[in-house]
């Protein structure tokens, strides 16, 4: 791919600004055959293989990637929305180029999969490959998503037996169930409940607890299938996913 195109793909402007960038001396070129050294490049039509491709643009290092797969650590006080109505969007902790790549849908950028509430903290992940939006968020794979919740008051077994048989919510007369839960501590004193879903209903976890008579007052994700959640990722933070947590996210 030119590297002209390659910017593009990135998300670092327009074909007619990343053509400049190139040419005002502002990229910098690390292919794996050279071992990665970077070294300035002032043709942007020169032809790059995207595979381990490093760049340095404007000063700033950049991984080359076909496809954005991140993982957020999402704060408390942000919310998952390109036009937030209260608090900050989750897209401002992210660079402009992943906000900025180009896509055949309306929006571009990366777009997080699912929601947490503005009080919630915890993994989010985010992409631009629409077919992993949809497999990752369709009801029919059930990938399990791990919350740790801390509520008003402590839990007993009787409410972790309700959980997991089921509870019905105001909006469907269906039972919800928990895939799994367990308390964190002694049951009967702790307040520290560990609850896995498989589906994404609006408020799931705070209505589910509101209906065996507790609530929540503060709310983590801390896995999605098998990933977890770095405990070396600040909140704000982001990295992206190799391969090998990419394959833990199957269901």
Same mark, same amino acid.
């Given at each position: 791919?030119?590297?002209?195109?390659?910017?593009?793909?990135?998300?670092?402007?327009?074909?007619?600004?990343?053509?400049?960038?190139?040419?005002?001396?502002?990229?910098?070129?690390?292919?794996?055959?050279?071992?990665?050294?970077?070294?300035?490049?002032?043709?942007?039509?020169?032809?790059?293989?995207?595979?381990?491709?490093?760049?340095?643009?404007?000063?700033?290092?950049?991984?080359?990637?076909?496809?954005?797969?991140?993982?957020?650590?999402?704060?408390?006080?942000?919310?998952?929305?390109?036009?937030?109505?209260?608090?900050?969007?989750?897209?401002?902790?992210?660079?402009?180029?992943?906000?900025?790549?180009?896509?055949?849908? %309306?929006?571009? !950028?990366?777009?997080?999969?699912?929601?947490?509430?503005?009080?919630?903290? *915890? &993994?989010? +992940?985010?992409? $631009?490959?629409?077919?992993?939006?949809?497999?990752?968020?369709?009801?029919?794979?059930?990938?399990?998503?791990?919350?740790?919740?801390?509520?008003?008051?402590?839990?007993?077994?009787?409410?972790?037996?309700?959980?997991?048989?089921?509870?019905?919510?105001?909006?469907?007369?269906?039972?919800?169930?928990?895939?799994?839960?367990?308390?964190?501590?002694?049951?009967?004193?702790?307040?520290?409940?560990?609850?896995?879903?498989?589906?994404?209903?609006?408020?799931?976890?705070?209505?589910?607890? %509101?209906?065996? !008579?507790?609530?929540?007052?503060?709310?983590?994700?801390?896995?999605?299938? *098998? &990933?977890? +959640?770095?405990? $070396?990722?600040?909140?704000?933070?982001?990295?992206?996913?190799?391969?090998?947590?990419?394959?833990?996210?199957?269901?």
């Amino acid at each position: 791919m030119q590297l002209q195109d390659i910017l593009f793909s990135q998300g670092f402007g327009t074909r007619r600004v990343c053509t400049g960038l190139v040419q005002q001396g502002h990229v910098q070129v690390g292919v794996p055959e050279e071992g990665g050294a970077l070294r300035d490049c002032a043709d942007p039509w020169a032809e790059f293989a995207l595979q381990g491709l490093r760049l340095r643009v404007q000063g700033v290092e950049w991984e080359v990637h076909a496809k954005a797969y991140l993982m957020l650590h999402k704060p408390a006080g942000t919310e998952c929305s390109q036009k937030p109505s209260t608090y900050p969007s989750i897209y401002t902790l992210l660079p402009s180029p992943l906000r900025l790549r180009p896509s055949k849908g %309306a929006v571009q !950028g990366v777009q997080a999969i699912g929601r947490l509430d503005q009080d919630t903290t *915890g &993994l989010l +992940l985010l992409t $631009d490959d629409g077919q992993f939006i949809h497999r990752m968020g369709s009801p029919k794979h059930h990938v399990p998503k791990v919350y740790e919740v801390t509520t008003k008051h402590p839990v007993d077994e009787s409410q972790v037996g309700r959980l997991l048989a089921g509870v019905v919510l105001d909006d469907d007369p269906k039972p919800v169930r928990a895939a799994a839960c367990e308390v964190v501590g002694a049951a009967g004193e702790s307040r520290h409940l560990r609850l896995t879903l498989t589906e994404g209903k609006y408020h799931q976890v705070k209505r589910m607890l %509101a209906a065996v !008579g507790n609530r929540v007052e503060a709310l983590h994700r801390s896995r999605i299938g *098998g &990933l977890a +959640l770095p405990a $070396d990722l600040p909140p704000g933070g982001w990295r992206w996913l190799g391969p090998q947590e990419l394959a833990l996210l199957k269901p």
